[in-house]
Nanobody, 124 residues
Framework: QVQLVESGGGLVQAGGSLRLSCAASGRTFSTYRVGWFRQAPGKEREFVAVITWSGGATYYADSVKGRFTISRDNAKNTVVLQMNSLKPEDTAVYYC?????????????????WGQGTQVTVSS
C-alpha cells in the first residue's frame, strides 16, 4: 500500500484559488490511479477528480469541470489539485486516495489508500 498526506487547504473567498497537494510514500506510487474526493458536513463522500497512473487521462465531476485541474509528478510522488473559481459549495474536507484496480469508478470503496484529509472553506 501507499501512504498519502494532503496539504494546502485553507480559507478563501468565493472566486479565489487553492492548490492542494498529495504527497505519497512508496516505490510503487507510479502504478496507482490517484483521485480526490471531498466530504461536506452531513453529506456523503463524493468524487472530485482522478488521474491515471501515467497522467495520460483525467476525469472530473461535473460540478468542478472547467474549474479544477488534477496533475501528477511521479518523479516527486506528488499529485496536485489546482482549484480555481471556488464557490461556497466547494467547502469540504478534501481527501487524496489511491487505487490499483484495473478499472475506474468514481466510488470511494474502490480506493484502498487514503490520506487524512485537508479542510477547504470558501466564504461568500
Amino acid at each position: 500500500q501507499v501512504q498519502l498526506v494532503e496539504s494546502g487547504g485553507g480559507l478563501v473567498q468565493a472566486g479565489g484559488s487553492l492548490r492542494l497537494s498529495c504527497a505519497a510514500s512508496g516505490r510503487t506510487f507510479s502504478t496507482y490511479r490517484v483521485g480526490w474526493f471531498r466530504q461536506a458536513p452531513g453529506k456523503e463522500r463524493e468524487f472530485v477528480a482522478v488521474i491515471t497512473w501515467s497522467g495520460g487521462a483525467t476525469y472530473y465531476a461535473d460540478s468542478v469541470k472547467g474549474r479544477f485541474t488534477i496533475s501528477r509528478d511521479n518523479a516527486k510522488n506528488t499529485v496536485v489539485l489546482q482549484m480555481n473559481s471556488l464557490k461556497p459549495e466547494d467547502t469540504a474536507v478534501y481527501y487524496c486516495a489511491a487505487s490499483q484496480l484495473g478499472y475506474f469508478r468514481p466510488l470511494p470503496s474502490d480506493f484502498g489508500s487514503w490520506g487524512q484529509g485537508t479542510q477547504v472553506t470558501v466564504s461568500s
